[in-house]
């Protein structure tokens, strides 16, 4: 089945660095990736859509320039949290659809998760 | 806009007994409805979707437009269930709606 690789699974960083979490579709291509982002005890809240080639969308409230989206190629996206703080910790999650295969390929496919601890 | 709500935040019953996790949405378009599931220090997996009107693990959900529900549903609960169930609700631009998770206990 559609497998989706996230890394790093943890990352611990310093305030005011950046951090790039990786999001791979390993056999299948991604026309489309989610990033959420998911606090203790919550749900998931979608941040931003992208779609291969294209610039991200985001959400409302989702600072773009502070969420950087880059999907450059069918198999990758990638999330940099620039200039990261404490505030910023949280569970990351992408998720990727193969949208010209249509839902019933695939569906969603969820990565395992990115755990950003910001000190 | 488009909610989704699962009103129990907690669920526990006993093994061999029904279950119903509830999910309402709100939504003006036509649904598409799914359920995932997370199991312990796994990643989020596809349980269902309504457009399939599959049974996965004996889990079966019907949408039901009148009530705006897709209530998840299994005649026997067993152990390996308990996890965490999240209702979502796909939106313009294929983009998913979650609900605030339920989390299911399967007692002994």
């Known amino acids: 089945g559609a497998v989706v690789s996230q890394h790093p699974s943890r990352v611990i960083c310093k305030s005011g660095t950046s951090v790039k979490i990786e999001c791979r579709s390993l056999?299948?291509?991604?026309?489309?990736m989610f990033w959420y982002r998911q606090f203790p005890k919550q749900s998931l809240m979608l941040m931003a859509t992208?779609?291969?080639?294209?610039?991200?969308?985001?959400e409302q409230g989702v600072e773009k320039d502070k969420f950087l989206i880059n999907h450059a190629s069918l198999t990758l996206s990638t999330l940099t949290v620039t200039s990261a703080h404490p505030e910023d910790s949280s569970f990351y999650i992408c998720?990727?659809?193969?949208?010209?295969?249509?839902?019933?390929?695939?569906?969603?496919?969820f990565g395992s998760g990115t755990r950003l601890t910001v000190v | 806009a488009q909610r989704v709500t699962q009103p129990e935040k907690l669920l526990s019953v006993f093994k061999g007994a029904p279950v119903e996790l509830k999910c309402n949405y709100s939504?003006?378009?036509?649904?598409?409805l799914f359920w995932y599931v997370q199991y312990s220090r796994q990643r989020l997996q596809l349980l269902l979707r309504?457009?399939s009107r599959e049974s996965i693990k004996g889990f079966t959900a019907d949408l039901n437009k009148g009530e705006t529900s897709f209530h998840l549903k299994k005649p026997f609960a067993q152990e390996e269930d308990s996890a965490m169930y999240y209702c979502?609700?796909?939106?313009?631009?294929?983009?998913?709606?979650f609900g605030e998770g339920t989390q299911l206990t399967v007692n002994p």
């Open positions: 309504h457009i």
């Open positions: 939504y003006s378009g036509s649904p598409e």
């Open positions: 992208s779609n291969e080639g294209s610039k991200a969308t985001y």
């Open positions: 979502a609700l796909e939106t313009s631009g294929s983009r998913l709606t």
């Open positions: 998720s990727a659809i193969d949208l010209l295969r249509g839902l019933s390929f695939n569906g969603y496919t």
């Open positions: 056999d299948f291509q991604a026309t489309t």
